[in-house]
């Protein structure tokens, strides 16, 4: 197992949940890692992304200035922190890592991403 999520649940609108995601064996050395949801019938989305070496971060426009994307690199674990959180943000939540350096737009993708999470389901009502 390379990637395992946790922290998911249920919240009302306007609060808080963070998200984990330990990352072991290969994922562990990943140079970029990213969130990303998928609601019902919906394609998956990029959430958010770091880069392993240097802390840089990035966030869709529709998370922006509501969520954070952190690491604790000792421990191979990167964290969503969500606030202010929407119905609409109601999805199955995934982490994911790749090798590669990204733009941005790329990063938002998740083509070039190899390893996945089984996912962690947050519910906004």
């Known amino acids: 197992v390379q990637l395992v999520e946790s922290g998911g649940g249920s919240v009302q609108a306007g609060g808080s949940l963070r998200l984990s995601c330990v990352a072991s064996?290969?994922?562990?050395?990943?140079?970029?890692f990213g969130w990303f949801r998928q609601a019902p019938e919906k394609g998956r989305e990029g959430v958010a992304y770091?880069?392993?070496?240097?802390?840089?971060?990035g966030y869709s426009d529709s998370v922006n200035g509501r969520f954070t994307i952190s690491q604790d690199s000792a421990k191979h674990t990167v964290y969503l922190e969500m606030s202010s959180l929407k119905p609409e943000d109601t999805a199955m939540y995934y982490c994911?890592?790749?090798?590669?350096?990204?733009?941005?737009?790329?990063?938002?993708?998740?083509?070039?991403?190899?390893?996945w999470g089984q996912g962690t389901q947050v519910t906004v009502s």
């Open positions: 994911a890592a790749t090798s590669l350096f990204m733009t941005r737009a790329q990063a938002l993708v998740p083509a070039p991403y190899v390893y």
């Open positions: 770091i880069y392993n070496h240097n802390g840089n971060t």
């Open positions: 064996g290969y994922a562990a050395s990943s140079s970029t």
